[in-house]
């Protein structure tokens, strides 16, 4: 089957994912069981369901969803990238560390050892670059997961067309029996 069908529902799916996700309030959706990549990958399944002249698979529109969510790790970071560098700065490290510090007031149990670990971590100065590798590695690798998901129950939901590409929900007279041909006599 050809892929052609997949590339622009992807896209559209990816790129709301991506925006959604990279908002500062809005985003937050993602810390609740992935919303907006399983919402991206519905949202490309459903894209895909109705542009396929073809009956769509779950493998299909989890192909879709897969796309989606690596298509949105990309938007994402590309929105979320410049809100951190304007938030942090790069090589200002200060709020950060004033944050730290206050936790480890709250904290006083914490390791010793892995405290100094992480102040000399936040001390870097190409530490939100680290952080913004870092995050866009675990995007990629959760919202192509969530987003394959959100692709198979897209196409579950959206998918009505048997097999030979008629829809499910109309109701077809039988076929007409098949008579034997007549028998001959020897």
């Known amino acids: 089957m050809n892929n052609a069908y997949i590339l622009k529902p992807a896209l559209i799916g ?3 994912l991506g925006v959604l ?5 809005i985003g937050s959706c993602n810390c609740i069981c992935c919303a907006w990549a399983i919402g991206g990958g519905i949202l490309a399944a459903y894209l895909y369901v109705r542009e396929s002249p073809f009956q769509v698979t779950m493998g299909r529109g989890a ?3 897969l796309a989606a969510g690596a298509i949105g790790s990309v938007v994402c970071s590309l929105f979320s990238i410049p809100l951190l560098f304007m938030k942090v700065g790069v ?3 200060a709020m950060l560390m004033e944050r730290f510090e206050d936790l480890m007031a ?5 390791p010793l050892e892995a405290r100094q670990v992480i102040e ?7 530490f939100v670059i680290i952080f913004a590798i870092m995050s866009f590695l675990g995007n990629i690798v959760f919202f192509s997961l969530f987003a394959m998901l959100g692709g198979a129950i897209g196409v579950a939901i959206f998918e009505k067309r048997k097999q030979d590409g008629t829809p499910s929900n109309v109701n077809h007279p039988p076929p007409p029996p098949v008579m034997p ?4 006599p020897y």
């Open 63 to 65: 192909l879709a969803g």
């Open 14 to 16: 990816g790129v709301a």
């Open 120 to 126: 000399d971590i936040l001390q870097r100065s190409d």
């Open 21 to 25: 996700s990279a908002l500062p309030v």
């Open 91 to 93: 090589g200002n490290s």
């Open 106 to 110: 709250k904290n006083p149990d914490f």
């Open 181 to 184: 041909p007549p028998s001959l």
